[in-house]
Every structure is written in C-alpha cells, then in structure tokens.
C-alpha cells in the first residue's frame, strides 16, 4: 500500500481509489447544485431552489453516512466552506427579495385605501 493511503484502513489501493472517486463525485454534484442554487438566487428563479436544496441535502446525509477519510478531510471541509459560503449568499437575497415584495405589497395596500378613502369622499 502506499504511503499517502497508510492511515486508511484497506487492503486494495484500487478499492479505495475507486471509492474516492465516488465520493468525490459525490462531492462534484453537491457542489454543482449548490452554484446553481446561487445562480438561481441571483437570476431570482425562486421556484426551483427548493427542489434543488432538497436533492443537495439527501446527497450530503448520503455522502455523510461514511466518516470522510484523513485522505479526503481537507477536500471535504473546503466544500463545506464553499457550500456554508453560498447558503448565506442565497439567504441575504432571498430576504432582499422578501424585503421588495414587502415593500410592494405595503405601496398596494396604501393604494387600496387611498382609492378606498377616495371613493367613500366622493358620497
């Protein structure tokens, strides 16, 4: 076995690769849906980020089923930086974009009741 794969406890070095391989792809996709997540934020196409955040969260409780290797630690938490990183981004513009549909609605509300206070004066 080699040297960079002593801390891993296996017994094949082309197992494990393989097996890297499928986490790391694992970690490919997760990563990938979190971009477009923020992509979508950005381009305000709320309707599918759920979705997307729904699919990204049963990828990382699958990938976390397995303890993360030594070999794959660093790799790991930089992923969960950049996915922690985007989560905020997304949150401050969806309450951006709560914040303008509030204001929004509150300038139809004024609205209303001036029409309202309007059509009542004209009686």
């Given at each position: ?5 002593s ?27 979190t ?17 997307l ?32 990183s ?38």
């Amino acid at each position: 076995m080699s040297a960079m794969y002593s801390a891993i406890p296996t017994t094949d070095d082309s197992v494990f690769l393989a097996a890297l391989s499928d986490r790391n792809a694992q970690l490919d996709l997760i990563q990938a849906i979190t971009q477009k997540m923020l992509q979508m934020a950005k381009q305000q196409a709320w309707e599918n980020i759920n979705k997307l955040e729904a699919e990204r969260s049963h990828l990382i409780y699958s990938f976390f089923e397995t303890k993360p290797s030594v070999a794959e630690a660093e790799h790991v938490a930089n992923i969960i930086l950049e996915v922690l990183s985007a989560d905020k981004a997304i949150i401050a513009l969806s309450l951006s974009e709560q914040h303008e549909i509030m204001g929004s609605a509150q300038k139809i509300n004024r609205g209303k009741q001036a029409s309202k206070a309007y059509a009542m004066s004209e009686k």
